[in-house]
């Protein structure tokens, strides 16, 4: 009773000498110690719970001296965790013994991140910023792009992409910036593509994949950055980026009914609980994934269009209204961030070149699909327009268009714009930027 009393302003907790086996399961639902920054517990424990993440303010974490065999992955979702200690525990991970023994923090966590696999971790961001260290990843992955979709040695077949700039368009899209995302997620970039053919196979299918393996590599599991794609025609701009209480946002999420966003967190916090009871395990998977990211937060993210409708709800969700169907062709992307503007940047050219790559694997192959979505033919109500059905014959090697988007400040003033002279400049050898 006295702990529930202090929880919401707790900022050191230690439990050592209580003989605890696990912690209690309170500790760690998610705003149950939004100000917690250092936890100790020297005890018999064997387990750690995943929802240690949800421990939005966690600095400081001290389990040394007890039993534990295993450290869950979630631990490196804690983000502003800056010491760990492991040391005198019974973990079968043999690299990660070797680890909490002569590693700093940040490798342990890399090395957590990338699932014990040593991938990001290996030692070797020791003393380097975040962005620097994802920046080389990103180069690498440039260097091995392709993933087995592209034929690498045929110079003659390039990936073309367009960039239109806000002088050569008519009507550009803008997106305002709010003060109300300073604290909450103040990073934005925004993109239009126009000419995706998703019509044809699988080819929407793809695509959805390649976000979500984006997501989960590059955007660190949303914890760096959040993608969210809209079908262009679906939305009217100029656009609004701000934050709102979540007793005000509403949003009519995918696949679901309009909602205000506290009731859809709780709701998503029940289904992950019931989750874990149905397959007795700790992991979550899905949206479920990211409540933690909204922990200890007063106002939620969001992006509305010009007609009042919230159409991203970062890290969550985007909604019903700009679903991404077959028949889309012309496309809206955000990235969002709390990290940095760089990131936000980076991250988007990774997706821009990942949908270069998608198209002109679907026009070469000329995969056979026909529309197998009912309401394919509408979006928001509006018919379809003359370049909703792209086909492989008028696309044939005409390059994706990609349109300048403007990001502004409350005044009107400009804070970024993509893609400005130095984005896209460090693309694979196979593409082809024309500017």
Known sequence: ADLARCAPRLQTLNLTGNRLDAFPAELFRPGALPLLS???????????????????SL???????????????????????????????????????????????KSILEYLRSGGRGGRGKG???GQDK????????????????????????????????????????????????????????????????????????????FLTSQTKLHED????????????????????????????PHDLKIVPLGRKEVKAKDLVRHLQLEAEEHRKQKRRQNVSGLHRYLHLLDGKES??????????VISFPPITNSEKTKIKKTTSDLFLEVTSATSLQTC??????????MAEI???????????????????????????????????????????????????????????YPSKTDLGLTAPHVTVIR
């Open 218 to 245: 590059i955007c660190e599991k949303r914890t760096a950055a959040t993608i969210a794609t809209h079908d262009l025609r679906a939305l009217r701009g100029p656009l609004l980026y701000t934050a709102r209480p």
């Open 38 to 56: 250092e936890l100790a517990a020297d005890n018999c424990l064997r387990e750690l719970s995943p929802d240690i993440a949800h421990l939005a």
């Open 124 to 126: 070797k961001v020791d």
């Open 300 to 309: 939620y993210p969001c992006l509305v269009d010009a007609d009042g409708d």
């Open 359 to 417: 198209n002109k694997y679907t026009l070469e192959n000329k995969e056979d699909g026909s529309l197998s979505d009912p309401e394919a033919d509408v979006v928001s109500g509006q018919p379809q327009g003359p370049n909703a059905s792209p086909s492989a014959e008028k696309a044939g090697s005409a390059p994706l268009v990609v349109e300048q988007v403007r990001v502004l400040d409350e005044d009107g003033h400009l804070k970024v714009v």
């Open 131 to 206: 962005d620097e260290a994802r920046r080389r990843r990103r180069e690498r992955r440039r260097r091995e792009s392709g993933e087995g979709e592209e034929d690498e040695g045929d110079t003659t077949r390039r990936l073309l992409l367009r960039v239109l700039h806000v002088s050569e368009n008519p009507a550009p899209l803008t997106v305002q910036v709010s003060p109300t995302v300073k604290d909450v997620r103040p990073f934005i970039v925004g993109a239009v593509v126009r000419g995706m053919d998703l019509q044809a196979g699988n080819a929407l299918r793809r």
């Open 345 to 354: 940047k980076e991250i988007m050219d990774a997706l821009v070149l990942k």
């Open 59 to 105: 600095k400081t974490l001290d389990l040394s001296n007890n039993q534990l065999s295993e450290v869950p992955a979630e631990l490196a979702d804690c983000p502003k965790l800056k010491e760990v200690n492991f040391r005198g525990n019974k973990l079968t991970d043999r690299r990660l013994e070797k680890m909490v023994h002569g590693c700093q923090t």
